[in-house]
């Protein structure tokens, strides 16, 4: 009797092109711009956000790191090094710490984004992102 292995075929061949991908895309951010996928993400949920803000628990949620992880990473991000994001206090409520991309961190996710957006491009043939979108809005 054959087993049908179809479904995980499929599955490990995703989780190997995904593994490949997230690679190529970690290194090129890490090597051009000094940014793990991690921060980039950051920059990406602040910079797209109202006001081009957000609270630390919420970037927390949006990264998927513990509340520990996530206040280190914001913490490199402002050093002066780095630059990319200023805390404040929220006005309304006093406990609440928001995180805000600075011009400097602004300019540096748009460079970071053109090169992520060219190499999956040329990770995928045309119309397969197309594809995947629809496969992903699917589940």
């Known amino acids: 009797m054959k087993n049908n292995n179809d479904a995980l075929d499929m599955w490990l061949s995703l989780s190997n092109s995904y593994s490949s991908i997230h690679d190529k895309l970690e290194q090129a951010l ?80 748009q460079r970071a984004l053109k090169t992520f957006n060219e190499l999956l491009e040329k990770e995928f043939q045309q119309g397969e992102l197309t594809t995947l979108q629809s496969v992903f809005h699917k589940m």
């Open 30 to 109: 890490e090597e051009q711009y000094d940014l793990s996928l991690k921060e980039f993400y950051v920059l990406y949920f602040i910079s797209n956000a109202e006001d081009k803000e957000l609270r630390l628990q919420k970037i927390q949620e949006m990264v998927g790191l513990s509340q520990s992880a996530t206040s280190r990473l914001v913490v490199r991000m402002e050093a002066k090094n780095c630059g990319a994001l200023e805390r404040h206090i929220c006005e309304d409520d006093k406990r609440g710490i928001y995180t805000r991309i600075t011009e400097l961190g602004e300019n540096k996710f």
